[in-house]
């Protein structure tokens, strides 16, 4: 293998205490100065104690790794979610998206009979609302359908599966605004300290829960197999909306209300009501048309303009966008040295915002995650995830309008050839149940901080 002489400027850095250990930075840095320029910084402590203090020859900074990046289309299993969600929004960048869920209910009383001559009052979904991501003056319009198929705990939902239902729209185009702000709300005689949704249901499905045989109340799958559920969504918005969290297993106030009287005395009004627990099953259905985005979005994610990560990248929740990044020359950096091994004493993923996609409306998540690619396209968790959130990082710094992530194990582990070199995947925690979104700055922006990798390391004798 032959070498170019390195700079001599940057010779003058590396007073060696080995002479070998002089030859093997001289070796390495014609290669390097191709990947980054280095210079002297004071060392943070990982790995220091990894070597003997007479194998140190000294400690180098750089922050111009090459880095190469795009946003691709995710999917993400929606099953049994934290959080359900509802709502449409249109994105300036992102475009338009839909969200709803299926879910089964269970009765909450065995045995219920409604008597000899039950009179339907109104049927309500109610939903336990748990906070918004967007635009909430905005007025959605609920869609409310009763499920024509089982769902099945032995199957896997995904953002986009779709489960049949019958055609009749139960909420009948009910046109709502969210507050998730709204601590007190009194309904009839009740007094609710949690912001919900409430949707009136039509007549038609409230008769049917109604005049259900008791024989039908005697067992929760029975009576799933004549009640299979519903798919809740809304349609599509104009301009900005808003998407809902809901808690759906918080059976006080997510209800699904029966309100009946006997046609003998009216004057006496009941209540039944159906609950959804996490022994049921639900998942998260959303809709993406990614074609109403901004052109540099649609260019990118639909139509595999991959060049242009360089300038920004995308990230979205809800099975929407995450973003590739890799370092394509790092399994190199290791053939530069012969009788030499370089320690990395710390690196740093930095994933800074563009500032300019943020607004009151589309605000910052709070955490992210960062996942090593196997060779077939599966992830794996990084080795310095192990190392607890504090060490690790993954959250939004509102001041530097930012995201750091430490990645010390992994560079050492790929360098070492441990790992293949096969990228990582950057996304937005909570997938599955969040309503997120943020623009980032790539390696090549032209305006604001660009996404960097700040490595300090240190090189010593085999």
Known sequence: MSYQSPNKNILILMKTRHSTALTCVALMIGTLLLAFASCRKSPNTIGNNLIGESEYMDIYHTDTVAIVCHSYLDSVNTTNPTNALLGATKDPVFGTTEAGFYTQFRFSVAGQSFGTNPVLDSLVLQLCLTGCYGDTMVLQTAHVYELADTLSSHESYYNHSVVATHAIDHANGYQFRPHPRTKTHIVGTDTLAQPVIRIPLGQELGNQLLTLDTTVYSLPDLFKSEFRGLYVTCSPVSQNGAISSINLNNNEYTVLQLYYHDAATPDK????????????????????????????????????????GQQQVYLQTMGGVRTFVKFPNLEHWADTLEECHMVINEAKLVVPVAPAS?????????????????????????????????????????????????????????????????????????ASYNAQRMVVNGPEATEGEKLHLEVTYSIVKE
């Open 269 to 308: 009004p009941m209540r039944y009501n159906y609950y959804v627990t996490s022994s049921d099953v639900y998942f998260n259905h959303m809709d993406h048309d990614y074609t109403q985005g901004n052109a540099d979005f649609t260019s990118q994610v639909l139509e595999g303009q991959t060049a242009l």
């Open 358 to 430: 943020l607004d009151s409306v589309y605000t910052a998540p709070r955490t992210f995650l960062l996942v090593g690619f196997n060779a077939d396209s599966t992830t794996y968790l990084l080795p310095d995830y192990f190392e607890g959130n504090s060490y690790f990082g993954g959250t939004y710094n509102s001041s530097r309008q930012c995201v750091t992530f430490r990645i010390s194990e992994y560079l050492q582990s790929v360098i070492m050839g441990e790992k293949e070199n096969n990228g990582l995947s950057l996304g937005i925690n909570g």
